[in-house]
């Protein structure tokens, strides 16, 4: 029974792995086949993915509701507007328009989720530019550099800033073209060494935690 | 509808609220009630259903069979089983991620930082270019390289930052600094962006040919305020 529990997920994994690396130095049509098979597999298999986390959400909001617990009037809200989203998405088949009618699923995604998350994303800018009043304060050399670049980088982004200094536009492209490309550029190479280890430590069994815990 | 829930969110900025508490619940439930049709639509219908009906491939099955295993986490007795089908997904991506990320993200990035740093001239003269504003110029091409091999070096804790060691580190830290400073100054004007959309849509919305739904609107968000925050002050503090 180990073997079936413990052993051959990680063969499963090992297997898998060490096709899938191979592939990519196979220029032939079936080993692009395979490739375009496995794509398509992943995204089946993530789509039962999406299952598991929309029915954790579901426990937690019932969980909610049934013990009256304090704001479970919010947990109605979010139940009703994600049967009332998916209702109607159904109904549309699931398209935003038909022959360039927008259908009440595409009204849905207009007139609420596109100005709700713009919304949600936009009084980020406060928070942010609050936060960083109170911590942007020059008191190293570090932290002045880094004031410095976001002025700059902030100047350069809007017609007024470029008039108030003319120099921020050009400044803001080098800062954003050199400077932080090379920033980007070292930590990609960074976490890309990271990745290809973390990658051959699972295919060779060493990195087991994806499995779970729990008896073997 | 658009007017309303945008007003709604806003109304965080004078404090948490019932009114943005409902937006965000209202949020979350629309998003999800948006992902699970569109999964459906996509995956269901397009990757499973229509093939295997209208062409036959009937080999699809296996990973309806693999994504299915997932869901055995949900019977405690047979969770184990759901090994298999995180084992698949563990495996194929670690197998796709090897060679694609040494080609792009290794070996194509020290390609385009380890560049000569002279340049040929029409008339077959070599030069050295001076210009900041073209980033392949040979002035730029020496900062890239000093910041890369700087801030690489600052993460490579296996040496000691002493002595020669140390100034390379310290310009490492110079250019972690500016560049965390430029994604600030640019994720703050992103954001910024976003919101004169919203006002911009507000604006709009305040028209006499719409009914003037923004003053309306923002006249009860802001008498419900009131409202809520009246009523509060008589009740005796949270006790959670």
């Known amino acids: ?216 | 509808m658009a007017t309303g829930l945008t007003l709604c969110i806003l109304s965080f900025l004078y404090k948490d609220n019932p009114l943005f508490k409902l937006a965000e619940h209202l949020y979350v439930g629309v998003s999800v009630g948006y992902t699970i049709v569109k999964a459906y639509d996509t995956v269901l219908v397009h990757l499973i259903f229509k093939p295997i009906v209208e062409n036959g491939e009937w080999v699809l099955l296996v990973p309806v069979t693999i994504g299915s295993l997932m869901l055995t986490r949900y019977v405690p007795k047979a969770s184990w089983l759901s090994r298999y089908a995180f084992a698949f997904i563990v495996g194929v991506g670690s197998g796709l991620a090897i060679p694609r990320t040494i080609s792009s993200f290794i070996l194509k990035q020290i390609e385009d930082t380890v560049r000569p740093l002279l340049m040929l001239a029409p008339g077959g003269d070599v030069t050295f270019t001076w210009d900041l504003h073209n980033p392949a110029s040979s002035l730029n091409v020496i900062i890239i390289l000093i910041g890369v091999t700087s801030v690489l070096f600052y993460f490579f804790f296996s040496v000691e930052h002493t002595g020669p060691g140390r100034v390379v580190a310290r310009t490492g830290v110079m250019f972690l600094m500016i560049s965390f400073g430029a994604a600030f100054g640019y994720t703050v004007m992103a954001r910024m962006s976003l919101l004169i959309g919203r006002l911009t849509d507000l604006i709009e919305f305040s028209d006499a040919s719409y009914g003037r739904p923004t003053v309306w609107l923002a006249l009860v968000t802001i008498g419900t305020l009131i409202f809520l925050s009246r009523r509060t002050q008589g009740e005796p503090p949270d006790q959670h």
Do not use: C
């Not at chain 1, 937690?60 to 009037?73: F, L, P, S």
């Not at chain 1, 942010?128 to 002045?144: D, K």
């Open chain 1, 1 to 216: 029974m180990i073997f079936l529990r413990r052993q051959l997920p990680l063969l499963i994994t090992m297997i898998t792995g060490l096709v899938f690396a191979g592939q990519y130095y196979v220029p032939h049509p079936a080993s692009e086949q395979v490739l375009t098979s496995a794509t398509k597999w992943m995204q089946i298999i993530g789509g039962f993915a999406l299952v598991l986390g929309v029915t954790s959400l579901f426990h937690v909001h019932a969980a909610k509701i049934r013990r009256k617990e304090a704001g479970w009037g919010y947990s109605v809200v979010l139940y009703a507007g994600m049967l009332g989203t998916i209702a109607v998405g159904f109904w549309a088949n699931g398209k935003e328009s038909v022959e360039g009618v927008s259908t009440a699923f595409g009204w849905v995604y207009n007139f609420m989720m596109v100005p709700l998350q713009g919304t949600m994303f936009a009084i980020l800018a406060f928070f942010i530019a609050s936060a960083a009043y109170r911590s942007f304060r020059a008191r190293s050399r570090e932290a002045a550099v880094l004031l410095i670049a976001a002025v700059i980088v902030m100047m350069g982004r809007v017609p007024l800033g470029e008039y108030l200094i003319p120099m921020s536009g050009d400044l803001s492209q080098w800062i954003l073209n050199v400077l932080n490309a090379s920033v980007r550029r070292a930590i990609l190479i960074g976490v890309s060494l990271g990745t290809v280890a973390l990658s051959l430590k699972i295919i060779f069994g060493v990195e087991r935690s994806y499995l779970g815990g729990g008896k073997e």
